[in-house]
């Protein structure tokens, strides 16, 4: 079973920054790609930014520039450090790990509780 734990959301003025972690608690398992989602009241759940075991990175159109995700993989946490941030960017905040057993292929899906984000204009 994994589990994982979300912190440093919060109110912020427009302008500002916060940044949002993950800690996951799992053993003998592979943590794959580390996600980070957002869901605004009314609106649908949108991927925000993504890391791979590998590194690699993606991010939505609308935070580029302004956001960077982050992993450690001794640690087992993601990051997400948000700079310049907007009104818009208002929403809760989810942590979501693909999960691997080792020795198996098969991918599984983990989320945490969220965390909500207010940007104030």
């Known amino acids: 079973q994994v589990q994982l734990a979300e912190s440093g959301g919060g109110l912020v003025q427009a302008g500002g920054s916060l940044r949002l972690s993950c800690v996951a608690s799992?053993?003998?398992?592979?943590?794959?790609?580390m996600n980070w989602y957002r869901q605004a009241p009314g609106n649908q759940r949108e991927l925000v930014a993504a890391?791979?075991?590998?590194?690699?990175?993606a991010y939505a159109d609308s935070v580029k520039g302004r956001f960077t995700i982050s992993r450690d993989n001794a640690k087992k946490t993601v990051n997400l450090q948000m700079n310049n941030l907007k009104p818009e960017d208002t929403a809760v905040y989810y942590c979501n790990v693909q999960v691997r057993q080792y020795g198996r292929s098969t991918l599984h899906d983990y989320w945490g509780q969220g965390t909500q984000v207010t940007v104030s204009s």
């Open positions: 890391m791979s075991l590998g590194g690699s990175t």
């Open positions: 799992a053993d003998g398992v592979s943590l794959e790609t």
